[in-house]
Structures are given as C-alpha cells and as structure tokens.
C-alpha cells in the first residue's frame, strides 16, 4: 500500500529556490566574467526576482508541505523580506568595499546567497531537523565569510573564533534536538506542543525541560545574547566590515525567527511559565550588559557589536509574552533594526580604509566639515538606534515594551527604557565626535583624506535613511505588513 505523503508544494519555497539558483549562477558565471562586481548584480537581480515573488505569495498563504516540515505564511514570508533586504543591502556596500581591498571573487557573493537560504529555511522551518539544517547553512557560509580577508590575520582569527564556538552551539542545539525527540518521540514543532497537550502529566519531564534549555542556548549563540556572547567582538571587528553588516542583522533575525516558532509553537502550553523566566532574565542581563560593555569602546565597530548584543536583548523583551502582540513587535524591530544598522556599517566602509584605520571612533572627529551629507546620515542612524522619535527605532522599542506591559510585566519594559537611556552615551558619543570635535589628523600631522562614496554605497544610504526618516514619521505600512504577518 503506498503511502500517503503531503503534497509536495515548491510553489511555497519560490523564493528560496530563486536565491539558490542564483547562488549557482554566480558559481558558474565566475568562470567567464573578469570583472566580479557583475557577480554582484547578478545576485541582487536575483534577490529581486526572489522578493517579487514572496510577495506574490502574500496573497495566499500555503499549509505545510514537505512532509510538514516547512510553511508559507505571513510570519515565514515577512522573515524571507527581512533577510532579502539585508542580504542586498551588503551585497551593495561590498561591490566598493571589495574591489578596494582587492577581495573581489565570486565565491563571496555566492557565500552570501547560501547563507540567506539558510536563513530563509529557519524562517519556514516547522520542525527541528529543518531548522538545524538552516542554522547550519547559514552558518557554515557565515564562517567562511568571516575569515574572507586573508590579507588581515584579524579575519582569519574572527573566522576561526565564529567556526570553533559556533560548532560549540550547535552541538548543544543538536542535543537538545535529541532529548526532545526522545521525550516525544517527534521533531515536528506542532506534533511536539499537541504531545504535551494531550498529556498534561507529562509537562515537567525533565528529559524535555533539558532538552528545552539546551536549544535555548544554541539559539543564545546566534542571536548573541549574554552569556553566549563572547564571540561578537571580536567576530565583529576581524571580519570585513560588509560581512559584518550582513551577519548583524540577518544572523540575528533567524535566530529569532526559529526561537519564536520554536517557544510559543512546540513549548507554549507546556512549560510558558518555565521559559518565560529563562528569558526575561536573559533579556536584561543581555541589553544591560551590551550596553555597558558598548560605553567602554574606543572602535566603532566594536561599539555597534556589543550595542547588536544590547538589541538583542531589546527584541528578546517582545518574546518573553509569547502573544501576538510580542510577535509583531518583534518582526517590525527586526525590519527597522535591518535598515539603521547596515546603514551604519555603510558609513564605516566609507570611513575605513585597507589597513582598518578608520573604525576608530576619534576617526570621526569632524565628519560634518569633511562630509556633511554622511554625517547626517550617521546622525540619523545613531539617534534611531538609540530609540529617540521621530525615527523608526523608536517604534520598534514602543513595540516590543507595549507588549511586555499588556503581558503584566512593566518591570521589563522599564528595563528595556533605563537600557535604551544609557545606550544613548555611546550612540550620541560618535555625534559629539562629527559635530564639536575638529577634523581628525595622522600622526605625523597630515590631513586625513578625502572620503569617496561609490554610487552603491550612495543608494545604499539613501534607501537606509528614506526608511528610516519617513516611516519613523508614518509607521503605519510597516505595522500593517507585519500585523499581516502575525495576524493573517
């Protein structure tokens, strides 16, 4: 007797199977073209095709398919949009900044394409083993990315810290796989949650509490929050400052994308009460220990790693209800959080030159008389991400704290406001530096030189700063894709 699988619907995987052909396409293509920034759009035509198409598919959501194992609907859809968008943004800001450090090659932007297919499958993943599969793709392409500049020994040494720690993580998170299999005998998210409702006795088995708290720190690495978060630093710092703007962004939102699903789908009814602690403690010990660590820097692009750690926990304040409110708060901070902070990178890559001077944050010293239109820009940047209106930053964080207090938990909101009010030193910091601080000048008295902007990084900036003007002043699209998302 045959048996009777779930249709197989490649219709709700389009996007993902447009990027991963694109990825090959750069592959193949790489041996005919000589000039690499071809390579680059060719991966942004088809991260475009792969973003008209996900919205196509918004008009109608698909059931899960693929033995269950993976879903489009809104929440999977609106994530694919996320880590579209990041990923070209970075491949944009990379055309310049690889072909100044002589690092233009094919395999980086195929590299990219893979590990946003990774992330994509996070996103759509309703079962353990695919949403393993994702963290493993992005991250094996993250790891090699990482250490792409092997012209600095700062990028081989972030490689290999990302590579040995993220192995780490993930064999904590394959094991928590196991032991929640074992408990329920299912790695299929809703067959796991419907287990424990059926049978209520079964919801302090400490086999699948363990299970739950060993995922809970393979998903700590990933979205960087502490006590998981040594590697970001100096991943951060070591790594080429377009890889970091990519990892920043789109290596969190997956992280959070599964751990989400993961929560409120498989461990909702189960054990809420257990894991609600576990994570609003994870929450402020994350946001009050990226920021402090943040006002002790004197680089920028460690400062925007430990304050990517503080974000981190902001978001993780929208988790801890595990309702739909907290949900959509979440999916918004992590698309305003795209936009602010790979246009902050940007900034840097125009500032930092090959031998990485330029990331020190007395580099900034007078950018207003050198660049005013750039410094706006960082201005702009820095004071959404410390969360100050009328900029989209600030409705990220209204967000996720209005849905901490509808879940009676003000005293968590009140953390993430006193967290966001000391991030503002070191955010406004850099301003004081572009403002009310003379140009910066060599050691040996020479003037530091002129700032060129290629037009990628120039459309880069434009569409970072027009989001993050216009829809801090008008936010309502953005709340209406992602209440679409959350609420159908």
Do not use: C
Not at 132 to 158: D, K, T
Not at 429 to 446: K, L, N, W
Request: net charge negative.
């Amino acid at each position: 007797m045959p048996i009777d699988f779930p249709i197989l619907n490649f219709q709700a995987i389009a996007p993902e199977l447009v990027v991963v052909v694109a990825a090959f396409v750069v592959m193949f293509m790489e041996l005919f073209v000589d000039d690499k920034r071809i390579l680059g759009y060719i991966s942004l035509v088809g991260l475009t095709m792969a973003a008209i198409l996900n919205f196509s598919l918004m008009a109608s959501f698909a059931p899960p398919t693929f033995q269950t194992m993976l879903i489009s609907d809104g929440y999977s859809l609106i994530l694919n949009l996320i880590f579209i968008i990041a990923a070209a943004l970075s491949i944009l800001i990379s055309l310049s900044y690889l072909s100044d450090r002589e690092l233009q090659h094919g395999e980086y932007y195929a590299l990219l394409l893979f590990a946003t297919v990774g992330m994509m499958l996070m996103g759509a993943a309703t079962d353990l083993i695919i949403v393993f599969m994702g963290l493993e793709i992005m991250s094996i392409a993250l790891y090699i990315l990482a250490a792409f500049n092997r012209q600095q020994l700062g990028s081989g040494e972030a490689g290999m810290k990302y590579f040995v720690l993220g192995a780490f993580a993930s064999a904590f998170f394959l094991y928590g796989v196991a032991l929640v299999y074992g408990a329920t005998g299912s790695t299929n998210l809703q067959e796991i949650g419907s287990w424990f409702s059926a049978d209520r006795g079964n919801l302090g088995d400490p086999i699948a509490l363990v299970g739950l708290s060993l995922l809970l720190v393979g998903f700590s690495f990933k979205i960087a929050a502490v006590p998981f978060q040594w590697w970001t630093p100096d991943v951060y710092h070591g790594a080429p400052t377009s890889v970091t703007a990519f990892m920043s962004v789109g290596a969190k939102a997956a992280g959070f994308a599964s751990l989400m699903r993961v929560l409120m789908i498989s461990f909702g009814d189960a054990f809420t009460v257990d894991w609600q602690l576990a994570v609003a403690v994870l929450a402020v010990i994350t946001m009050t220990g990226g920021n402090i660590a943040a006002l002790a820097q004197k680089d920028v692009k460690r400062m925007l790693a430990y304050s990517s750690i503080a974000h981190a926990g902001y978001i993780l304040v929208g988790v801890v209800p595990g309702t739909m409110n907290g949900v959509q708060g979440v999916l918004f901070y992590l698309l305003s959080y795209t936009f602010m902070n790979i246009g902050a990178f940007a900034v840097i890559t125009v500032l930092e030159r090959r031998s990485q001077v330029g990331s020190a944050i007395q580099d900034y010293a007078g950018l207003a008389s050198r660049s005013p239109l750039l410094a706006l820009a960082m201005l702009l940047f820095m004071v959404s991400l410390t969360g100050i209106p009328p900029f989209i930053g600030f409705w990220g964080k209204l967000y996720v704290f209005r849905a901490a207090v509808e879940a009676n938990m003000s005293w968590l909101a009140v953390a993430g406001m006193i967290n966001s009010a000391i991030s503002a030193f070191y955010y406004l910091g850099i301003v004081v530096q572009m403002y009310m601080r003379p140009v910066a000048t060599a050691e040996d008295g020479d003037v530091a030189p002129a700032l060129k902007l290629s037009a990628p990084v120039v459309v880069t900036l434009v569409v970072t700063v027009i989001v993050t003007v216009i829809f801090g002043i008008w936010p309502t699209p953005l709340v209406d894709l992602t209440s679409l998302a959350v609420f159908g």
